[in-house]
């Protein structure tokens, strides 16, 4: 079953939101923050009261509060839901811009050197927001975590409050070109670090502990298999997939054949692979980008199948760069260059898609890069162009039947009431008159 981009829902508020979008610019960062207007008439635009005073000063708000975000579903009605959007994250939480800025005492000296200027006036100075976001982990908290090559930090985020963590690149760790992460059950993180040549490890108190280089080139994507306690690295500088004990991180093997300068495209072979993710099964499913495939392979390392071919339509890749599984096993693939969401069976059967066109709205991609599913279905995915994350929530079969048996015994009640209504009109008009 096909799903389209976008609901009618949202196609109501496209020019709206285009309009109020190209009037927003961060400053200090050299971005177009995309997801925040001024709204000069909030009365006319999002049918706030007509009786509010005009002295009342203007709020900034998302240019997504105007959109019921609850509507926004693939596929559409009246088919039962399998995603719906959630919410979306483009930097730290932001300020509370009609908060009125705090009156800074100036010292004597500041005032006798004329170095007075006002502080505080701009509520996003020091504020950080996402530049080239690209891998994602959730930890046993719920907490989203982003890896970001170009902010060079990880943002922690906790997607019920937008409360915001960091960790910094020369403050709490040394980062080159963070790409890939993985989170493991006792909320260890594991980072790659594509130019340091190297996977770094932190606590579960996001402080470094220890550094894993090992036969790396280029790590780029990270997965973490729980049960079977394995690391999988994603090495495009060596076109291989490298596999380490996830806790005394030795070198245990490697997939795919070396030395291959991004040519082979043999079974089991990779060029540039990137993305990386492990069913409850232990099967490892690899985003083989300049390939336009999917691979898998079992725990031991041996090679299952491949699907899927180079093409710009859905059913096709033609740059697949993230992927993962859910918990019903379909295997969810990012396409950068179509910049598309694909849901397929675990046999590659496409089921469903997200995506038909560039853009910024909900359920648009714009530099698609990765994807993460959490263990309560939630679905995460990172862009550049803009730089933020996009929050679904994944319908499981059996959320889907139970929704589904519903409409079915509501739609039998109303059939069954029209019935008795209908005979015991029928029998009023055939009463014998008295």
Same mark, same amino acid.
């Given at each position: 079953?096909?799903?389209?981009?976008?609901?009618s829902?949202?196609?109501?508020h496209?020019?709206?939101v285009?309009?109020?979008?190209?009037s927003?610019q961060?400053?200090?960062?050299g971005?177009?923050?995309?997801?925040?207007v001024?709204l000069?008439?909030?009365?006319?635009?999002?049918?706030a009261d007509?009786?509010?005073?005009?002295?009342?000063?203007?709020?900034?708000?998302s240019a997504?509060?105007?959109i019921?975000?609850s509507?926004?579903?693939?596929?559409?009605?009246?088919n039962?839901?399998?995603?719906?959007y959630?919410?979306y994250f483009?930097?730290?939480?932001?300020?509370d811009?009609?908060?009125?800025?705090?009156?800074?005492?100036n010292?004597?000296?500041?005032?006798?050197?004329?170095?007075?200027a006002n502080?505080?006036?701009d509520?996003?100075?020091?504020h950080?927001?996402l530049?080239e976001?690209h /891998?994602?982990a %959730? *930890?046993?908290?719920g907490?989203l975590y @982003? +890896? =970001?090559?170009?902010?060079?930090a990880?943002? &922690? $985020? !906790?997607?019920?409050?937008?409360d915001?963590?960091?960790?910094m690149?020369?403050r709490h760790?040394?980062?080159?070109m963070?790409?890939?992460?993985a989170v493991?059950d006792?909320?260890?993180?594991?980072?790659?670090d594509?130019?340091s040549h190297a996977?770094?490890?932190f606590?579960a108190?996001?402080?470094?502990e220890?550094?894993l280089?090992?036969g790396?080139?280029n790590p780029t994507g990270?997965?973490i298999d729980t049960e079977?306690?394995?690391?999988?690295v994603?090495?495009?500088?060596l076109?291989?997939?490298?596999?380490?004990?996830?806790?005394?991180?030795n070198?245990?093997r490697?997939?795919?054949?070396?030395?291959?300068?991004h040519t082979?495209?043999?079974?089991?072979?990779?060029?540039k692979p990137t /993305?990386?993710a %492990? *069913?409850?099964e232990g099967?490892?499913? @690899? +985003? =083989?980008m300049?390939?336009?495939?999917i691979? &898998? $392979? !079992?725990a031991d390392?041996?090679?299952i199948?491949t699907?899927?071919?180079r093409?710009d339509?859905p059913?096709y890749?033609a740059m697949?760069k993230g992927v993962?599984?859910?918990?019903?096993?379909?295997?969810w693939?990012?396409?950068?260059?179509?910049?598309r969401i694909?849901l397929?069976?675990?046999?590659?059967?496409?089921?469903?898609?997200?995506g038909s066109a560039?853009?910024k709205?909900?359920?648009q991609?714009?530099?698609?890069q990765?994807?993460?599913?959490d263990?309560?279905?939630r679905?995460?995915?990172?862009e550049?162009?803009p730089?933020?994350?996009?929050e679904?929530r994944?319908?499981t079969q059996?959320?889907a039947k139970?929704?589904?048996d519903?409409r079915e015994?509501e739609?039998?009640?109303?059939?069954?009431g029209s019935s008795?209504a209908?005979?015991a009109?029928?029998?009023?008009?055939t009463e014998p008159?008295?």
């Amino acid at each position: 079953m096909f799903s389209k981009a976008l609901n009618s829902v949202v196609k109501e508020h496209i020019s709206m939101v285009e309009r109020q979008q190209k009037s927003i610019q961060i400053a200090e960062m050299g971005l177009v923050l995309l997801l925040l207007v001024t709204l000069a008439i909030p009365s006319l635009v999002f049918g706030a009261d007509k009786k509010k005073k005009s002295n009342e000063p203007e709020k900034v708000v998302s240019a997504l509060e105007g959109i019921d975000k609850s509507k926004i579903v693939w596929p559409q009605p009246p088919n039962v839901a399998r995603v719906k959007y959630l919410d979306y994250f483009a930097g730290e939480k932001l300020p509370d811009f009609n908060a009125k800025p705090a009156k800074s005492k100036n010292a004597w000296m500041d005032r006798l050197a004329g170095t007075t200027a006002n502080k505080g006036d701009d509520p996003l100075k020091n504020h950080f927001f996402l530049g080239e976001p690209h /891998g994602l982990a %959730v *930890d046993s908290k719920g907490k989203l975590y @982003v +890896a =970001d090559s170009k902010v060079g930090a990880i943002f &922690i $985020f !906790d997607p019920e409050t937008h409360d915001t963590e960091m960790i910094m690149n020369g403050r709490h760790a040394n980062f080159a070109m963070i790409m890939g992460l993985a989170v493991d059950d006792s909320d260890k993180l594991f980072v790659a670090d594509s130019q340091s040549h190297a996977v770094l490890i932190f606590g579960a108190n996001h402080r470094q502990e220890s550094v894993l280089r090992e036969g790396m080139v280029n790590p780029t994507g990270l997965a973490i298999d729980t049960e079977n306690r394995f690391l999988y690295v994603a090495d495009i500088g060596l076109d291989q997939v490298l596999v380490y004990d996830a806790d005394n991180f030795n070198l245990i093997r490697k997939i795919g054949t070396p030395g291959t300068k991004h040519t082979s495209s043999k079974p089991g072979d990779f060029s540039k692979p990137t /993305g990386v993710a %492990v *069913d409850k099964e232990g099967n490892v499913y @690899v +985003a =083989d980008m300049l390939n336009a495939r999917i691979e &898998i $392979f !079992d725990a031991d390392g041996n090679f299952i199948r491949t699907f899927g071919k180079r093409g710009d339509g859905p059913g096709y890749f033609a740059m697949p760069k993230g992927v993962a599984v859910d918990t019903d096993g379909h295997i969810w693939v990012t396409d950068s260059m179509q910049n598309r969401i694909q849901l397929f069976s675990s046999e590659g059967e496409l089921l469903m898609f997200i995506g038909s066109a560039q853009g910024k709205l909900p359920g648009q991609f714009s530099g698609l890069q990765g994807i993460a599913i959490d263990k309560t279905n939630r679905v995460f995915t990172t862009e550049v162009f803009p730089g933020r994350v996009q929050e679904f929530r994944y319908v499981t079969q059996a959320e889907a039947k139970t929704e589904f048996d519903r409409r079915e015994a509501e739609k039998k009640a109303k059939q069954a009431g029209s019935s008795s209504a209908a005979s015991a009109k029928l029998g009023e008009k055939t009463e014998p008159s008295k």
